[in-house]
Each structure stands twice: as C-alpha cells, then as structure tokens.
Nanobody, 122 residues
Framework: QVKLVESGGGYVQPGGSLGLSCAASGSIYSINIMGWYRQAPGKQRELVASITSGDNVKYADSVKGRFTIGRNNAKNTVYLQMNSLKPEDTAVYYC????????????????WGQGTQVTVSS
C-alpha cells in the first residue's frame, strides 16, 4: 500500500507565494509520474502540473510561468512552488502518484493524497 501525505497549504494574499510538498511512503521501488491536481468548489478536478521520473514536466496553461514542479526521486517526494498567486488559484490541491512500482515489475496506478487547501484572497 502506498500513502501520499501533502503539506504546505494555507492562506495567502493575491500576488503571494506558497509551497506544497507531498511525500509518498510504503512499498515503493519507483514512481513514474507524480503530479498536482486541484479542485475548486463546483468545478472538476484538473491537472496543475506533473513530472516524470526523468524530469519531463507538464503544466496547465493557467499556471505556466507562475508555478514550478520538482521532485526528489530518492525521497519519493514532489514539490510545487506557487508564485504570483491569484484568487482563481483557490482550491483543494491533491498530490497524485501514477504507475508506482511496488515490487519488481509490479505496478499500481493512481494514488491520491488527502488534499490541502490553498486560499488566495485579500
């Protein structure tokens, strides 16, 4: 079993910055893709950013140039640095780990953290 634990959410004024982190624990040999999703009230969950084990990154258009994703493969941790935050960034942010090798050549898919609230407001 794999567990993801997020930290770092909170309240910030527009234009401010916040950093999120997510640590995966359990029986893990490797994690192919780690990412951050968010869900605002009344909206569908959407991809914010993702990063592969080879450091290929993908960002939602709405956060390009403001958010930076990174990971530490040795620690099974993914980070999200959020700068120039806007009220529309307000959401619950979820960590995701996909294609997790939990034993040699055995893969499990789509693990989620419990979510952390990010509120951007003046």
């Amino acid at each position: 079993q794999v567990k993801l634990v997020e930290s770092g959410g909170g309240y910030v004024q527009p234009g401010g910055s916040l950093g999120l982190s997510c640590a995966a624990s359990g029986s893990i040999y490797s994690i192919n893709i780690m990412g951050w999703y968010r869900q605002a009230p009344g909206k569908q969950r959407e991809l914010v950013a993702s990063i592969t084990s080879g450091d290929n990154v993908k960002y939602a258009d709405s956060v390009k140039g403001r958010f930076t994703i990174g990971r530490n493969n040795a620690k099974n941790t993914v980070y999200l640095q959020m700068n120039s935050l806007k009220p529309e960034d307000t959401a619950v942010y979820y960590c995701n780990a996909d294609k997790v090798e939990t034993s040699p050549w055995w893969y499990e898919y789509d693990y989620w953290g419990q979510g952390t609230q990010v509120t951007v407001s003046s």
